[in-house]
């Protein structure tokens, strides 16, 4: 199958401090992204969905100017917390779907462990 | 709204146990189902999946009936392994229209942990 992958795949930061995290689809063209999040033993909840070169749609009670997602390219979509403070720490993942192209389903990276003391 | 409901975990079971994760979801229309797996320290892997009613998906020898009467896509598996340890994840998907846009999304439900014991 296809391989997403993130970067970094762990962060640790400073209160106020803004934190970028890298999404990229390996071998394929990612039509849709997906940004989660996930807390410790909890279910992935949706942060937003991007389309390549769209603004990106966020769920409801998600601040879209606290978190930054950009999907400048068809393998490349970044996240970026503003700001960040303790509550925001937190398992998150992205996902690339193809949207009927090859695949047609949705792969997900590996996760990135966001810690802000 | 549309939900996922999974059977509360966590679930330890000895090796060769037969493992049902229970699963049942709300939503309009008929959606995608989904199974994913989460081994320790790495990303969700897609297991199973069927796109209609009556549907089975199976794969590693788990499988999973779509059975639109009761809302239900439970996962089984006849004996399981050490290597089955993980956290399973039922999902939906379903693409729909609003306001004119077309759109996707995979909802999970909450995710049961797995222990499996030699």
């Known amino acids: 199958g296809a391989v997403v992958s993130q970067h970094p795949s762990w962060v640790i930061c400073k209160s106020g401090t803004s934190v970028k995290i890298e999404c990229r689809s390996l071998?394929?063209?990612?039509?849709?992204m997906f940004w989660y999040r996930q807390f410790p033993k909890q279910s992935l909840m949706l942060m937003a969905t991007?389309?390549?070169?769209?603004?990106?749609?966020?769920e409801q009670g998600v601040e879209k100017d606290k978190f930054l997602i950009n999907h400048a390219s068809l393998t490349l979509s970044t996240l970026t917390v503003t700001s960040a403070h303790p509550e925001d720490s937190s398992f998150y993942i992205c996902?690339?779907?193809?949207?009927?192209?090859?695949?047609?389903?949705?792969?997900f990276g590996p996760g990135t462990r966001l810690t802000v003391l | 709204g549309d939900s996922v409901t999974q059977m509360e975990g966590p679930v330890t079971l000895s090796e060769e146990a037969f493992l049902t994760i229970n699963c049942t979801y709300t939503?309009?229309?008929?959606?995608?189902l989904f199974w994913y797996v989460q081994y320790p320290g790495e990303g969700l892997q897609l297991l199973l999946k069927?796109?209609?009613?009556?549907d089975k998906g199976s794969n590693k020898g788990f499988e999973a009936t779509y059975r639109k009467e009761t809302t239900s896509f439970h996962l089984e598996k006849g004996s399981v392994q050490v290597s089955d340890s993980a956290v399973y994840f039922c999902?939906?998907?379903?693409?729909?229209?609003?306001?004119?846009?077309?759109?996707?999304?995979?909802?999970f439900g909450q995710g049961t942990i797995l222990t499996v014991h030699p």
């Open positions: 996902s690339a779907r193809d949207g009927g192209g090859i695949y047609n389903e949705q792969f």
């Open positions: 071998d394929f063209q990612a039509t849709t």
């Open positions: 991007s389309n390549e070169g769209s603004k990106a749609t966020y």
């Open positions: 939503a309009t229309g008929y959606p995608s």
């Open positions: 069927a796109t209609k009613a009556d």
């Open positions: 999902a939906h998907w379903f693409e729909g229209r609003a306001g004119g846009t077309s759109y996707g999304k995979l909802t």
